[in-house]
């Protein structure tokens, strides 16, 4: 394996680009499932289930849940685009062998996934928190500070999920990452109730997992709360972002560099 650490080049945004204008040719379908799944959610378990269980954490359960889905929704986005998408563009299409046959780099071709997977996780969790404005579950002006913490927690789900894709002999493989790990993750991690709600024993557990920390920055912002550890939040995000994205440039090299 070549253990050289990956060269960052601007070429990474051709990449980037290259995905948006091919996402710009389905952009009504998926801004449509963006607008109604978090809509479903919010209705269904916000009002439904919220209105047994009352404000939470000084806040509605609406505005909890909303909250929490902020933070859930990049991750699942960036996941999925880094599973699916880019399994299909590098073994089905063999989009990425076109890629290298120009002057593009295998780290170029990460870097500008992990770009995309970023900015769609970006839309995602933008789109409800439209929603969460429309239905009135968001209502503080700091709501708008967590847009680029959407794009940084895209980033953190991207590597991982780019590293699963490069070691993936088919598609039923993920079946092992979104089980195992994003779906505990999107459980256990805050999104649906407080962590300090758990067992003692689990919640130093649930503290190593990215989700936790999405969470603890996003829920706050944007309900107008103050903040706790935001740097280190920020440092364990970035910290996962940069070790995703060096060993995604490892294996995708060891897949498409025979």
């Known amino acids: 394996m070549n253990w050289q650490r990956p060269n ?20 009504i379908p998926s801004a449509l499932f963006n607008f109604v799944e978090p809509l479903f959610y919010l209705l269904g378990l916000g009002l439904g289930l919220g209105s047994f ?27 999925y685009e ?36 970023a900015t769609k996780g970006l839309f995602s969790s933008t789109a409800i928190l439209l929603v969460g404005f429309l239905i009135g579950a968001i209502d503080h002006w700091q ?8 794009f940084l927690i895209g980033l953190c789900f991207a590597g991982p999920a780019i590293v699963v894709s490069s070691l993936a002999p088919s598609y039923d493989f993920f ?11 999107f459980i256990f991690c805050g999104v649906f109730y407080p962590v300090r709600t758990l067992p003692d024993f689990i919640q130093p557990f649930i503290q190593l997992l990215p ?16 903040l706790s ?18 060993f995604a440039v490892l294996l995708v090299r060891r897949r498409l560099i025979k």
Not at 83 to 106: I, K, N
């Open 211 to 226: 989700l936790s920390h999405a969470v603890a920055l996003v829920r706050p912002l944007a309900s107008g709360q103050p």
């Open 175 to 185: 079946n092992y990452y979104v089980t195992l790990l994003l779906t505990p993750m």
């Open 82 to 117: 880094g599973l699916f998408s880019v399994y299909t563009r590098m073994v089905p299409q063999q989009t990425y062998d076109g890629m290298l046959a120009t002057s593009l780099e295998v780290d170029d071709i990460v870097g500008g996934e992990m770009l995309w997977c």
């Open 143 to 150: 709501a708008i500070l967590c847009l680029p913490l959407f």
């Open 53 to 79: 269980i009352g404000d939470m954490d000084g806040v509605s359960y609406l505005s909890f849940l909303a909250t929490g889905l902020l933070a859930s929704a990049a991750m699942n986005t960036a996941t």
């Open 229 to 246: 550890n935001p740097l280190l939040h920020i440092a364990v995000l970035a910290a996962f972002a940069c070790i995703g994205y060096y």
């Open 8 to 27: 960052m080049r601007r070429s990474m945004l051709s990449v980037w680009r290259r995905n948006l204008l091919v996402w710009k040719k389905l952009i």
